[in-house]
């Protein structure tokens, strides 16, 4: 990892989905680093746990509740940086889905994102301090994955805004990023690449012939959030393992 403890020890860092999988591992990563972190998870067995693992600053929020977003924001600034992590996916064929379905994803992988964008750029604003945000997409963005409609729309999208993101708050030094991993052996991921009818052949287009570790992506978006980056600025950063040289 090519950041300084330097560097992140003097920032206050929000990360998202900080109980399972990339989040957690992207925690670790910060608080090794020096970072002060803003763990945010779903439920309070979640929070207990990260908050005595990593002795870090932990907040619980319902991540499809736009209210429950603007008082998690007010109770955590001023923040320097933000991760984007929490995800959801419910598995449905197009000939299936259901319109909750729809909504339910879009809540938490692109709304929620949004919203928390808007919130945290306003306090950098007023604070005139310069920052960085880092949102966990997937290359699910641009390629199509059967089951995963809905997931894969959603993660296009946060891609789309993580570009204008990154053209509106430019000039008010806020770099904006995404880093889109092939399959992440997260939880979530387990539940949906269970079956080896279906993760072998996702397997085959993967030249390292593996799927991505947490920490791998966790280091990627240290990278982007530091002050090796500093002109990097509105791209989707692929972690997989030569999935789209193929």
Known sequence: METSMSYFSNRRVLVTGAAKGIGRATVKALVEEGAQVVAVVRASDQAQEVSSHFGCEVHIAELSDVAALEELMRNVTPLDDLVNCAGTTTLESVLDFQPRTFDDIMAVNLRAPLVLARLFAQGLVERQAVGA?????????????????????SKAGLDAATRVMALEFGALGIRVNSVNPVVTLTPMAVKAWSDPAKSEPMLARIPAGRFVEPHEVADAILWLLGNRALMVNGISMPLDGGFTAV
């Open 133 to 153: 945000i880092v949102n966990v997409s997937s290359l699910a963005a641009n390629v199509g994955i059967r089951d995963h409609a809905i997931y894969c729309a």
